[in-house]
């Protein structure tokens, strides 16, 4: 079965504590058979969303970018996961912008009312949230969440779960963790077997 699995990464800092921990996600991802991509939002060309509202009238966003095709890969994929560091108590500017730019999606969905993702397809169709901090607190990632809860709502994907490993500061960065770099890689295996178990007991056809 052909599941698609798509990583971005809403970190600055290439090859650092959270694009590695995506990796290892990926890897697992891929270990369980998935075909998987990695985007890197940093090395894309994008602007922020201004407010015009243009796609409460036509359901599109009126900014063409890098960002236009990522959103239609975005609605192929199965899997999504969406990685950030904790900046400021929340996600990067990056990744914000990125989700921002998805307001087309919602209008399309709450305003024209001409996106529908059934029960099933949600199901069938898996996001989750990969994130770091440097801090230990419990709390850390709390800000985050609820935009990546939007976020998915707005795409079609059940939010699954969170990979998050916080404290990197004590631990001198993600390769100091004793558990995350594995504990990424057995979430991604899981996540797939996951969907394909769905999928093939699923009672319709996929959407
Ligand atoms: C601008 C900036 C703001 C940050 N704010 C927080 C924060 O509010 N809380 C926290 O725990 N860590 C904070 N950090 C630390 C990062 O979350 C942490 O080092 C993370 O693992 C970096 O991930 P990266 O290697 O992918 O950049 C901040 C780092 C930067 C650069």
């Given at each position: 079965?052909?599941?698609?699995?798509?990583?971005?990464?809403?970190?600055?800092?290439?090859?650092?504590?959270?694009?590695?921990?995506?990796?290892?996600?990926?890897?697992?991802?891929?270990?369980?058979?998935?075909?998987?991509?990695?985007?890197?939002?940093?090395?894309?060309?994008?602007?922020?969303?201004?407010?015009?509202?243009?796609?409460?009238?036509?359901?599109?966003?009126?900014?063409?970018?890098?960002?236009?095709?990522?959103?239609?890969?975005?609605?192929?994929?199965?899997?999504?996961?969406?990685?950030?560091?904790?900046?400021?108590?929340?996600?990067?500017?990056?990744?914000?912008?990125?989700?921002?730019?998805?307001?087309?999606?919602?209008?399309?969905?709450?305003?024209?009312?001409?996106?529908?993702?059934?029960?099933?397809?949600?199901?069938?169709?898996?996001?989750?949230?990969?994130?770091?901090?440097?801090?230990?607190?419990?709390?850390?990632?709390?800000?985050?969440?609820?935009?990546?809860?939007?976020?998915?709502?707005?795409?079609?994907?059940?939010?699954?779960?969170?990979?998050?490993a916080?404290?990197?500061?004590?631990y001198?960065?993600?390769?100091?963790h004793?558990?995350a770099?594995?504990?990424?890689?057995?979430?991604?295996?899981?996540?797939?077997?996951?969907?394909?178990?769905?999928?093939?007991?699923?009672?319709?056809?996929?959407?």
């Amino acid at each position: 079965m052909d599941i698609k699995v798509l990583g971005i990464s809403g970190s600055p800092r290439r090859h650092g504590n959270t694009e590695t921990l995506l990796d290892s996600f990926l890897a697992g991802a891929e270990e369980a058979g998935a075909g998987i991509e990695k985007i890197v939002l940093r090395d894309l060309k994008y602007a922020t969303c201004t407010g015009c509202n243009a796609c409460h009238n036509s359901g599109v966003c009126v900014m063409k970018d890098d960002l236009t095709k990522l959103y239609k890969k975005i609605l192929e994929v199965d899997i999504l996961a969406v990685a950030s560091p904790i900046y400021s108590m929340g996600i990067t500017a990056g990744l914000k912008g990125f989700i921002d730019r998805g307001q087309y999606l919602w209008a399309k969905k709450f305003v024209l009312k001409k996106l529908y993702f059934s029960t099933e397809h949600i199901k069938q169709h898996k996001g989750l949230f990969i994130s770091t901090a440097g801090q230990s607190w419990n709390d850390v990632f709390d800000a985050a969440y609820p935009i990546v809860t939007a976020f998915f709502d707005s795409t079609g994907f059940e939010y699954y779960d969170n990979v998050i490993a916080n404290n990197m500061d004590a631990y001198g960065g993600i390769q100091g963790h004793p558990t995350a770099l594995a504990d990424a890689k057995t979430k991604g295996e899981e996540v797939v077997r996951e969907v394909v178990s769905l999928i093939s007991t699923g009672t319709s056809e996929r959407q």
